[in-house]
């Protein structure tokens, strides 16, 4: 089905790839079918979207949760001009339909699409529905969820598609174990300083010969965690602010230290990861930690709290997992049974669904 759909995303990459999965489904079944995607300047939108061949339109827009008093005045303030140019770029674009993948720039856009009596569909990763979405819940006409928790958030309007994940994530091959293991660290799209800090402290801890380090720090840590590592044994590290190809970087580890937002636990289990979790403590209704006990207690996951988390406990878990290379094989196989192969064909026959209606 030929459509144009507009896309919101934003902030982080746990936003923008499933609105990217989407997108790519969408493209598939259709290549003369338009995809627009319209986010802010300071996101990595900016980055991420046009990586993947698509067009990105940006808008003014800010956030009004957790940013403190001053912060939540600024965005009330730039909230008129968001929904002058979401309309503006509604009415130009004319889309079948409005879909909102995440971020503060999902709730102007979607907003001003249903006031227009344009359709939109709101994607949703978590058990509790994000702040912008739970306000959206009454204006969309659909909800695509991964979790069933969040039905009671969107009534009729909501159906458990899954948390789109791109297909190349699919397609990456069981790995082979050779003699040097092959560490993945990230800690989300902009990195996580408790990660950084914590692996740079295990390093002298860590037998150099036998592991392959590919470290994404964001660009606030890149340059002293790249100078601890050029001090360290493991002075060929490849350590970078951002990993624009997460699909290769997967391909080639054996093992991933990670946060456990709800698109990275999508994208191990489609993969076929095995994973060293480090939940962010300070996730919304402590999501994150739920999110990897889940997959620890499916065998795919091993779980450190942060505030268990130090230079030698880190190092004691990476060195119990690489020195059993049965062990990392039972947990990859055990991500699989996790993944949800159909959730951005789903996503996006919703998304013909409401086209169909306008």
């Known amino acids: 089905m030929k459509m144009k759909v507009l896309i919101a995303a934003g902030g982080t990459g746990g936003h923008i ?3 990217i999965a989407v997108a790519k489904e969408i493209s598939r079944r259709d290549p003369a079918s338009e995809v627009l995607f319209v986010g802010t300047a300071r996101g990595l939108e900016t980055k991420i979207v046009p990586g993947n061949g698509f ?7 800010a956030g009004l949760k957790n940013v403190g008093f001053v912060g939540k005045l600024k965005g009330l303030l730039i909230l008129p001009q968001s929904f ?5 770029l509604i009415r130009d674009f004319r889309p079948d339909a409005v879909v909102g993948a995440g971020g503060y720039v999902s709730g102007p856009v979607l907003l001003t699409a249903s006031l227009m009596r344009v359709p939109t569909l709101v994607m949703d ?5 994000g702040f912008t979405n739970r306000r959206l819940a009454p204006f969309v006409t659909k909800a695509a969820l991964t979790f069933e928790e969040a039905l009671p958030y969107f009534g009729k309007k909501g159906l ?4 789109p994940v791109r297909q190349e994530f699919f397609d990456i091959a ?3 174990r050779g003699e040097t293991v092959n560490l993945l660290i990230f800690g989300g799209s902009q990195g996580a300083r408790a990660i950084n800090n914590a692996m740079t402290d295990a390093l002298g801890l860590l037998p150099a010969d036998k592991l392959r380090i590919t470290h994404q720090t964001g660009e606030s840590d890149f340059e002293k965690i790249r100078e ?3 001090r360290s044994e493991f002075k060929t590290a490849d350590v970078r602010p951002y990993i624009t190809n997460m699909v290769d970087e997967f391909a080639k580890a054996d093992l991933v230290v990670c946060r456990a937002g709800a698109t990275t636990c999508a994208e191990l289990a489609a993969a076929g990861k095995a994973a060293l979790m480090i939940p962010l403590p300070t996730a919304a209704d402590d999501h994150q930690r739920k999110n990897a006990e889940a997959l620890q207690a499916a065998g795919a996951a ?3 709290l942060q505030r268990d988390l130090a230079g030698e406990s880190l190092a004691n878990e990476i060195l119990s997992l690489i020195e059993s290379g049965e062990r990392i094989t039972a947990m990859e196989t055990a991500a699989r049974r996790l993944a949800r192969r159909d959730a951005a064909e789903a996503t996006v026959d919703l998304i013909e669904e409401l086209a169909r209606r306008n």
């Open 17 to 19: 790839y499933p609105g």
């Open 55 to 61: 067009q990105l339109s940006l808008i003014k827009s």
């Open 84 to 88: 002058l140019e979401a309309r503006r």
């Open 125 to 129: 990763s978590n058990a509790l529905p």
């Open 160 to 163: 458990v598609t899954g948390n």
């Open 174 to 176: 069981p790995k082979e």
């Open 228 to 230: 601890l590592y050029a």
């Open 302 to 304: 091993k779980v450190i």
